[in-house]
């Protein structure tokens, strides 16, 4: 699956195997890289979480599509996003994550893609660790659009 946007409704499209569809939403939201306390941690996907990646299409609004297993290749100005996950009971330790061409899975914390067309909203950022040999470790959001 593949979404493309120029950052406008009119510039916006999602294609599934080259197809394009219509959708009324797409919506991504993964939570990771978290100890036990909830506290931001390296390890992102291989310290477990959770991932809700549906379409809702356009003539069924009311209907979710799960995307994965599969391949979610998102495109923004500026950014690129990709979210695979191919195993077939989409076994959640089996996500990578690409964020501008670099794999960021081991730093991933959290990923929220909402493209809304019904309520005209469209959000998108990711929240990475940084660990660092000097100083204290932080957490970057790194808003998309």
């Known amino acids: 699956m593949v979404l493309s946007t120029g950052g406008d409704w009119p510039t ?4 599934n195997n080259n197809a394009e569809l219509a959708a009324a939403q797409l919506f991504v939201e ?3 890289g978290r ?3 909830g506290d931001p941690e390296r390890g992102g996907i291989e310290l477990g979480g959770e991932m809700t990646a549906v379409v809702r299409p356009a003539d069924n609004p009311n209907q979710e599509i799960g995307i994965f297993p599969g391949r979610l290749e998102m495109s923004f100005p500026g950014h ?5 996950n191919t195993h077939p009971m989409f076994a959640f330790e089996f996500t990578r994550v690409w964020y501008n061409g670099q794999e960021v899975t081991d730093d991933v914390m959290d990923i ?3 493209f809304n067309y019904l309520e005209n ?3 998108a950022f990711i929240v990475l660790f940084k660990s ?6 932080e957490v970057a959001t790194f808003n998309i659009i």
Request: net charge negative; charged share 25%.
């Open 35 to 37: 100890d036990e306390f």
């Open 80 to 84: 690129t996003l990709v979210v695979e």
């Open 12 to 15: 916006t499209s999602l294609h």
């Open 121 to 123: 909203n469209v959000k």
């Open 112 to 114: 929220h893609v909402d």
């Open 132 to 137: 660092k040999w000097f100083g204290s470790d």
């Open 30 to 32: 993964l939570t990771a």
